[in-house]
């Protein structure tokens, strides 16, 4: 089945950085899009980042210039590189998988908290 297994958050001060990992199996990863959401307290989810089976990449304004999306397609894992972190990006991160292809992320993982302090 398919499983989406997150890792890398923690405690950071602002202007600090996380790499964020997540582990993908039970489908084509290669061919997948992957992207991150995150979450926080009182608000909705909001998308962060995409990056296509092909390698194309889209960020959300608010973290272009210091997120970074990438893959690596023989690990079946996707990572967020988050540098100058904030404290507005305090948030549970998930990971996310469109596996069937419809452009809609089907699939998510568990989630990783992430906190940034002043």
């Known amino acids: 089945q398919v499983q989406l297994v997150e890792s890398g958050g923690g405690l950071v001060q602002a202007g600090g950085s996380l790499r964020l990992s997540c582990a993908a199996s039970?489908?084509?990863?290669?061919?997948?899009?992957m992207g991150w959401y995150r979450q926080a307290p009182g608000k909705q989810r909001e998308w962060i980042a995409h990056?296509?089976?092909?390698?194309?990449?889209n960020y959300r304004d608010s973290v272009k210039g210091r997120f970074t999306i990438s893959r690596d397609n023989a690990k079946n894992t996707v990572y967020l590189q988050m540098n100058s972190l904030k404290p507005e990006d305090t948030a549970v991160y998930y990971c996310?998988?469109?596996?069937?292809?419809?452009?809609?992320?089907?699939?998510w993982g568990q989630g990783t908290q992430v906190t940034v302090s002043s």
């Open positions: 996310a998988a469109d596996v069937l292809n419809r452009r809609v992320f089907d699939s």
């Open positions: 990056i296509t089976g092909s390698g194309i990449l």
């Open positions: 039970g489908f084509s990863f290669s061919i997948t899009t």
